[in-house]
Antibody
Framework: QVQLQESGPGLVKPSQTLSLTCTVS??????????WSWIRQPPGKGLEWIGY???????FYNPSLKSRVTISVDTSKNQFSLNLSSVTAADTAVYYC????????????WGQGTLVTVSS | QSALTQPASVSGSLGQSITISCTGT?????????VSWYQQHPGKAPKVMIS???KRPAGVSNRFTGSKSGNTASLTISGLQAEDEADYYC??????????FGGGTKLTVL
């Protein structure tokens, strides 16, 4: 059974870059069957899709975040990562990584989520 | 790209049925058969309950049913149980390899 685990700093200063990593276990991130995605949820609010990446490195981003987001993949470590630049308090959220079956456009496996707070 | 529209809250009594709507546009819900629904309990990650408008993933109770008409998708939960109390989110493919969520609906079981 595939498992996903987010990791990274829980506190980031305003204007800096938020960086998170998702480690995938129980399956290879290099399989052509899946995309690998990031989703976030501000405290007490709804879910927001951030973007996803294919093992080949092709990326697709939420247009509202595209100018600040970079998602990358490291197949040798079975990990993918999120960088979000120029953060503000509005970027405070629980960040989830999740898997998308290729061509199905649903999130079938999720990490437990990690809270990132933007504050000085 | 605006969020899909869901009611903020719905409620129902034990054993009854409820329906949660998810309204989008002809650019997302109305054009693709890729609406999915997620259940989220407090402090937990979301769990997929419905995919591709109306498909139930393995292990999901048949009390959960998805449907769609035009630009509006719906999730019906029959035979409400206490453990169904949670937040529910719809999500749709929106073209150009993008995805969009609804604002979420809080289900209260009375």
């Amino acid at each position: 059974q595939v498992q996903l685990q987010e990791s990274g700093p829980g506190l980031v200063k305003p204007s800096q870059t938020l960086s998170l990593t998702c480690t995938v276990s129980g399956g290879s991130i290099s399989r052509a069957d899946y995309y690998w995605s990031w989703i976030r949820q501000p405290p007490g609010k709804g879910l927001e899709w951030i973007g996803y990446i294919y093992y080949s490195g092709n990326t697709f981003y939420n247009p509202s975040l595209k100018s600040r987001v970079t998602i990358s993949v490291d197949t040798s470590k079975n990990q993918f990562s999120l960088n979000l630049s120029s953060v503000t308090a509005a970027d405070t959220a629980v960040y989830y990584c999740a898997r998308i079956p290729f061509g199905d456009y649903l999130f079938d496996y999720w990490g437990q989520g990690t809270l990132v707070t933007v504050s000085s | 790209q605006s969020a899909l529209t869901q009611p903020a809250s719905v409620s129902g009594s034990l054993g009854q049925s409820i329906t949660i709507s998810c309204t989008g546009t002809s650019g997302d819900v109305g054009s693709y058969n890729f609406v999915s629904w997620y259940q989220q309990h407090p402090g937990k990650a979301p769990k997929v309950m419905i995919s591709e408008d109306s498909k139930r993933p393995a292990g999901v109770s048949n009390r959960f049913t998805g449907s769609k008409s035009g630009n509006t998708a719906s999730l019906t939960i029959s035979g409400l149980q206490a453990e169904d109390e949670a937040d529910y989110y719809c999500c749709s493919f929106a073209g150009s390899r993008t995805l969009i969520f609804g604002g979420g609906t809080k289900l209260t079981v009375l």
